[in-house]
């Protein structure tokens, strides 16, 4: 069917600005006159042009005329508000555009069928529902932001054969703080490019302390996460790179009187039993719409136990430590393997 078509195409395109655009959605928008395209576009990085915009801003001069003939699909109902951007239903009536296509709507309260409503009453013949459960899949973390009030939460971690994510204390080297790789290089790469998709990384007191990590995305080419740093007795020191205030980092602890820095703030949480909601809260509360958590065996654990993700991502290396600190335990069965060179990646969604 054309509308499928074109909306995958929506999809494609939105593909390309999904990480710039939070905390906003990444839509795509594709007009087409006569089963021609002669528009696309997708979200700007936060602050610019929706999607629609540039799909407009976009036809060449002589098919500009065919813009009040034409079909104009759209990933994800337009907007209806002022926010950084003028209102996208605004723009799509003052084109006469006379047919929208919809993926579906937004769950935005400043949204919610608001635009559809207006197009509608506009006179604008309106379809909606087209690859919805792939749009919704798309924007899955906008989504799960706006219905459930809490980030989009990603659990990573590598194990080996036997099931340990750190090998005994003895094995560790004690001279440098510095990871112990169980996966390969190819597998590293991928997590990189993970955290240039997510807003937030999340690690706790004793990865810092044992891996030193940066957090990072040295290896791939995009933004770097804000670091969430849980860090209740204030154990972790200005030597480790967390506080390199290079990149933006938030430490939770139960340690009063600090003072924030440029790049570095401090707020106090109850490390209680409830504390991957009250996390979950914060970050809420911080429009941070996305996170992956690549803490340690008990960061994990909390989030699993709390029923609190939605994505685990779970590498498999071939390498036996014979003891150490096991991995996480998470029950039922992967929605997806993958090889991932020597390494074995196992997807787990959790659509509770």
Known sequence: MDHEIYMQRCLELAANGLRAAMPNPCVGSVLVHEGRIIGEGYTSA????????????????????????????????????YGKTPPCCDLIIQQQIPNIVIGTTDPHEKVAGEGIRRLREAGKNVIVG?????????????FTFHE???????LKWAETADGYIAPPTEKRENTEKKPYWITGPYARQLVHKWRSEEMA?????????????????????GLNPVRIILDRNGRISNRYAVKNL????IFLTEVTGLSNLENLEYENISFDENIATTIANVLYHRTIQSV????????????????????ARIFKGKSVFNGGTKAPSLTGAPTKKLSIAEDELLIFRNYG
């Open 246 to 249: 290079k990149i933006k980092s």
């Open 130 to 142: 087209v690859l919805e459960k792939e749009c919704r899949e798309f924007n899955r973390r906008f």
């Open 292 to 311: 992956i958590v690549e803490g340690g065996q008990q960061t994990l654990q909390l989030f699993i136990d709390a029923g609190l993700w939605d994505e």
């Open 148 to 154: 459930k009030k809490r980030p989009y939460i990603i």
């Open 46 to 81: 936060y602050g610019g042009p929706h999607g629609e915009v540039n799909c407009f801003n976009s036809v060449k001069e002589q098919d500009r005329h065919h813009i009040p003939h034409a079909t104009l699909y759209v990933s994800l109902e337009p907007c209806s508000h």
């Open 201 to 221: 990384i999340l690690a706790g007191t004793q990865t810092v302390i044992d891996d030193n990590p940066q957090l990072d995305v040295r290896d791939w080419t």
